[in-house]
């Protein structure tokens, strides 16, 4: 179990705080938390204590002087989060002061280190902070940026606490170890497109891109440098990689034909719409009769034209999802786009469709099949990852 430190000071975004360590406990970190004085003001360390069974330390306190409290916990920490950060503790860290237990024990950290500031936006803005935390990068620690949005001033601009899922990311990016993609591009395209028949409607399909997502974001953890290309979903951005945003399936083969040879392995998991309307409608069809025809042409099979341009010491790996007769399908798609790998899964199979975050896939290449057990998308991205690796060891 990896041990976390999150020290809170003194803003307004300090409950959310409260989120963060919550959903960092559930996914098995053991939690310390450190409290500035004015911290305490905003948000009662007894959440804290609930939330993590640990007791939130003072400097001088009796149960841990003996052990040097800051030393002792400094120590067992893999990582030390502030969230959120303010200009006074910034400024203090990046000129060594070190005056209460938050920032004596963050002095003393040699583990992993983040701030996450939040405050007003000329505050943030001004020359001295920016100063102090080009510092603190300067040092090795990891700024999690503040974001666009309305602030506790009532003001509209930069300054707000990254969302919960933006800090968890980036703490865990910087505690992941393996980087088997060190060095690597990837490609990937994930989500559903959407083919236009008129100015409201289209056709699409129930992807929600979880799949694609999760191997972006997998990518980016071991390593590699990741762009994602991604039709309409409502998945958040993942920090650190290169996002494109298309809609129909045109797009999507316009942007994968232009980054295709640049890259050392494409990743296709998008439900790419296979036929849209040979007619486009300029103006809203007006519901008349009780039916109509709507006349349907393919559109481009990006798969197949990545399989036919693909250079040798390229990998790509292509998706199949089935309702029957899985792995026949799955192989003749792998022999007829001339792919490396695919990866089936059955859209009947309990915790393996459209939406969810788990799935159950079976990886096929040339002359193996390995079915893999229900987990989640991350995991199952994580395994994907750790395959492309051992493939282009190969190559």
Not at 89 to 100: E, S
Not at 125 to 136: D, T
Not at 244 to 254: D, G, H, K, R, T
Not at 310 to 336: P, R, S, W, Y
Request: charged residues 25%; glycine residues 6%.
């Amino acid at each position: 179990m990896q041990t976390i430190i999150i020290g809170v000071t003194g803003g307004i975004a300090a409950y959310k705080s409260a989120q963060l360590v919550s959903d960092l406990v559930k996914k098995g970190y053991d939690v310390h938390v450190l409290m500035s004085a004015n911290a305490k003001k905003f948000i009662a360390p007894l959440t804290f204590e609930t939330l993590t069974k640990h007791n939130v330390v003072e400097m001088f306190d009796e149960k841990v002087l003996y052990h040097v409290g800051h030393i002792s916990l400094a120590k067992k920490a893999d990582a030390f989060m502030i969230v959120p950060a303010t200009a006074n503790v910034i400024g203090k860290i990046a000129n060594g002061i070190a005056d209460d237990m938050l920032t004596t024990t963050f002095m003393a950290c040699t583990c992993k280190k983040l701030i996450a500031p939040a405050m007003n936006s000329e505050m943030y803005n001004n020359a001295i902070v920016q100063r102090n935390i080009n510092e603190l990068r300067k040092y090795g620690v990891t700024i999690v940026e503040p974001i666009v949005g309305r602030l506790a001033c009532e003001d509209v601009g930069v300054g707000k606490l990254a969302d919960i899922d933006t800090l968890i990311n980036a703490l865990e990016q910087e505690l992941w170890t393996d980087k088997c993609l060190e060095g690597k591009k990837i490609l990937i395209s994930a989500g559903p497109t959407q083919e236009a028949i008129d100015p409201v409607r289209f056709i699409s399909n129930h992807s929600s891109g979880k799949m694609g997502f999760a191997i972006a974001k997998m990518a980016h953890r071991c390593g590699a440098e990741v762009t994602l290309v991604a039709g309409p979903n409502n998945l958040s951005p993942i920090d650190g990689i290169n996002y494109l945003q298309v809609i129909s399936a045109n797009e999507m083969y316009e942007v994968v034909k232009k980054l295709a040879s640049e890259t050392d392995i494409i990743v296709k998991a998008a439900a790419v719409a296979d036929f849209r309307p040979k007619e486009v409608f300029s103006t809203k069809i007006k519901k008349g009769a009780d039916s109509m025809m709507l006349e349907l042409e393919s559109t481009i099979d990006i798969l197949a034209y990545i399989g036919s341009v693909k250079k040798d010491k390229q990998l790509v790996c292509g998706f199949a999802m089935e309702t029957e007769n899985l792995i026949e399908h799955a192989k003749e798609k792998l022999v007829k786009k001339n792919l490396d790998l695919i990866v089936a899964n059955d859209l009947t199979e309990d915790g393996a469709g459209f939406a969810v975050d788990s799935n159950k896939v079976t990886v096929i290449t040339s002359d193996s099949v390995d079915e893999w057990e229900l987990m989640s998308k991350e995991d199952v991205a994580y395994k994907l990852c750790q395959k492309f690796a051992t493939m282009l060891g190969g190559k």
